[in-house]
């Protein structure tokens, strides 16, 4: 994975970038994948009527999908801080997205291997007659 720490009207300091970096880097290394590439953008306004100056933007470029966070605070430290954890949200929204597109691909290929139905009557069979699997009561009104 590559991160790389650049600034906007800021010069970027050791302490910010390696703090910067550590964040980013942890809150992508859970997720393991390949490969990797995040650009992290710190910039600070200087105009004074702005509330919250810090600005830091994480774009992350993976494999066909992008995932981008902007995030606005009073310190750049908490503009990381809650960057990282958008981050985290949406890379686990995409992995799940990722994992579970994956698995119904496999299950339709296994599907399609066996070449077996779904035998509906065998299994209402299997139901014992006195079983109620489900009760399902609607009122109408004229």
């Known amino acids: 994975m ?4 650049t600034g906007r009207n800021l010069n970027v300091s050791d302490p910010l970038r390696s703090y910067a970096e550590e964040k980013i880097g942890n809150a992508v290394k859970v997720f393991d ?4 590439v995040a650009d992290v953008v ?12 810090a ?7 993976t494999k066909g999908h992008i995932i981008r966070v902007e995030e606005h605070e009073d310190d750049m430290y908490a ?24 698995t119904r691909a496999e299950g339709e290929t296994i599907r399609e291997t066996e070449g077996t139905e779904l035998d509906l009557d065998a299994l209402m069979e299997d139901l014992a007659e006195d079983e109620v699997v489900r009760v399902k009561e609607l009122e109408f009104e004229p």
């Not at 994948?33 to 990797?36: A, V």
């Open 33 to 36: 994948i390949d490969p990797l």
């Open 55 to 61: 600005t830091c933007q994480i774009t992350l470029s």
């Open 2 to 5: 590559e991160i790389q720490v």
């Open 79 to 102: 503009a990381i801080d809650v960057a990282a954890a958008k981050v985290v949200r949406q890379m686990r929204k995409y992995k799940t997205k990722v994992v579970d597109r994956k």
């Open 42 to 53: 710190l910039q600070v306004e200087k105009n004074p009527a702005i509330a919250r100056r």
